[in-house]
């Protein structure tokens, strides 16, 4: 059983920068794949960015990459996203999850723990 918890989310003007943090709970953190997904209103839960296991690969969706970057830190138990050159359309309530399965997914309904979410508002 993994908790997690997100923190860092807010308001933001378009072209800032947000950082977000999931805190997780457990002795096991490096065993899973973590993930940030996010949701919009009337729009479906969406693939942000993965990490694997170690922290030595990553992967983007196209509509983030070079402005997001994931990472982690296995001895604190705590995955990282710092968001970049914010746009309107990257408001969303963000979400961070945990994957146990081998490999890596970019799918949500393969992760089994998620986050309670935290909202990133970008304003124009």
């Known amino acids: 059983q993994v908790q997690l918890v997100e923190s860092g989310g807010g308001l933001v003007q378009a072209g800032g920068s947000l950082s977000l943090s999931c805190a997780a709970s457990?002795?096991?953190?490096?065993?899973?794949?973590m993930g940030w997904f996010r949701q919009a209103p009337g729009k479906e839960r969406e693939f942000v960015a993965v990490?694997?296991?170690?922290?030595?690969?990553?992967w983007y969706a196209d509509s983030v990459k070079g402005r997001f970057t994931i990472s982690r830190d296995n001895a604190k138990n705590t995955v990282y996203l710092q968001m970049n050159s914010l746009k309107p359309e990257d408001t969303a309530v963000y979400y961070c999850?945990?994957?146990?399965?081998?490999?890596?997914?970019?799918?949500?309904?393969?992760?089994?723990?998620w986050g309670q979410g935290i909202q990133v508002t970008v304003s124009s």
């Open positions: 999850a945990a994957d146990s399965g081998v490999g890596v997914s970019l799918r949500a309904p393969q992760y089994d723990y």
């Open positions: 457990g002795r096991t953190f490096s065993s899973y794949t």
């Open positions: 990490v694997n296991r170690s922290g030595g690969n990553t």
